[in-house]
């Protein structure tokens, strides 16, 4: 079992729509982001989460650290929204050099 | 500008071949990774570093070799290239301490080996 589980894997949504991408993990963790790559572009982070609730324009990102879970909402989407979402969680003293990515989830918004 | 700075962003190679991938950041970060992606994959770790003049290998280290003697710079380096390690390589890097969990990456690198 993957210590950073995502799902869907794949979503296909029409513009408008709400979003959501959810990450489960099963380690202790310092820190979660939310990274975005476009279709053979670079990785950003959107959001670093350990605790509550971040928004950034139509992006929320929450996280519950009792149930080791977190959601990517994205209100309102459009067709420039589609990506591949990434849950990474940053463990301190772990495996992996302490960052572990989850397997991302395609996102493709159609008009 | 603060970030992660990687060169160069396209390379081809000759099998056989060696080149360096230049990783460079200016945030005093302490972790730094590098990363192969190959089409349509999730991120492979290569190597990772957890400061200055100490390096791990990751998932798939062979062919590859590093090196951290300052805290900027993180090079990757290819020898004997194979057209095995086509791919587009990311580095990252991490803080601590009073920029805790930052991460940033490096916009890729994509490398061809024919």
């Known amino acids: 079992k993957n210590e950073v589980e995502q799902s869907p894997q794949n979503l296909t949504a029409q513009e408008g729509e709400f979003i959501t991408i959810n990450c489960s993990y099963s380690?202790?963790?310092?820190?979660l982001h939310w990274l975005q790559q476009h279709p053979g572009g670079g990785i950003v982070s959107l959001f670093m989460?350990?605790?509550g609730k971040k928004k950034h324009g139509r992006l929320i990102a929450t996280i519950n650290i009792q149930e080791k879970h977190s959601s990517l909402h994205i209100t309102a989407s459009h067709p420039r929204d589609s990506a591949v979402y990434i849950c990474a969680v940053l463990n301190y003293g772990g495996s992996q050099g302490n960052l572990i990515f989850g397997k991302g989830t395609k996102l493709s918004v159609k008009p | 500008n603060a970030g992660v700075t990687q060169t160069p962003k396209f390379r081809i190679l000759k099998i056989g071949q060696s080149m360096t991938l230049q990783c460079t950041q200016d945030?005093?970060?302490?972790?730094m990774y590098w990363y192969r992606q190959d089409p349509g994959m999730g991120l492979k770790l290569i190597y990772y570093?957890?400061?200055?003049?100490?390096?791990d290998k990751g998932e798939v280290p062979n062919g590859y070799n590093v090196s951290r003697s300052t805290t900027e710079d993180f090079p990757l380096r290819l020898e004997l290239a194979a057209p095995s390690q086509t791919s587009v390589y990311f580095c990252a890097s991490v803080g601590k301490s009073l920029n805790t969990g930052e991460l940033f990456f490096g916009e890729g690198s994509r490398l061809t080996v024919l």
């Open positions: 380690v202790g963790i310092s820190a």
């Open positions: 945030m005093n970060h302490n972790y």
């Open positions: 570093s957890v400061g200055a003049g100490i390096t």
């Open positions: 989460l350990s605790s």
